[in-house]
Nanobody, 122 residues
Framework: QVRLVESGGGLVQAGGSLRLSCAAS????????MAWFRQAPGKEREFVAM???????SYADSVKGRFTVSRDNAKNMVYLHMSSLKAEDTAVYYC????????????????WGQGTQVTVSS
């Protein structure tokens, strides 16, 4: 059973930066594709970014050029560096893991963290 714990959220002004971290335990991250999703109030959970075990990366169009996902398999950590933040980036951000499945489909993920709140003030 993989356990994921996010950290690093907070309140930031528009244009600012934050780095989110996701710590994994109970399994080896090498075996999983790791993703970040977010959910704003009243909206569905949406795909943000994904990094496969081999290092390939995919981003949602809304964050391309502003967000960077990375992983450190030796430390069982995944990161999301967010820059040029906008008010519309405000959401709870979740880390998720899957062995196989469609990257952008939340229901295809087996493990989830509890989420960390990111609030961007305009």
């Amino acid at each position: 059973q993989v356990r994921l714990v996010e950290s690093g959220g907070g309140l930031v002004q528009a244009g600012g930066s934050l780095r989110l971290s996701c710590a994994a335990s109970g399994g080896t991250l090498n075996n999983y594709a790791m993703a970040w999703f977010r959910q704003a109030p009243g909206k569905e959970r949406e795909f943000v970014a994904m990094i496969w075990s081999g290092g390939s990366i995919s981003y949602a169009d809304s964050v391309k050029g502003r967000f960077t996902v990375s992983r450190d398999n030796a430390k069982n950590m995944v990161y999301l560096h967010m820059s040029s933040l906008k008010a519309e980036d405000t959401a709870v951000y979740y880390c998720a893991a899957q062995r196989t499945g469609r990257p952008w489909v939340a229901s295809d993920y087996s493990y989830w963290g509890q989420g960390t709140q990111v609030t961007v003030s305009s």
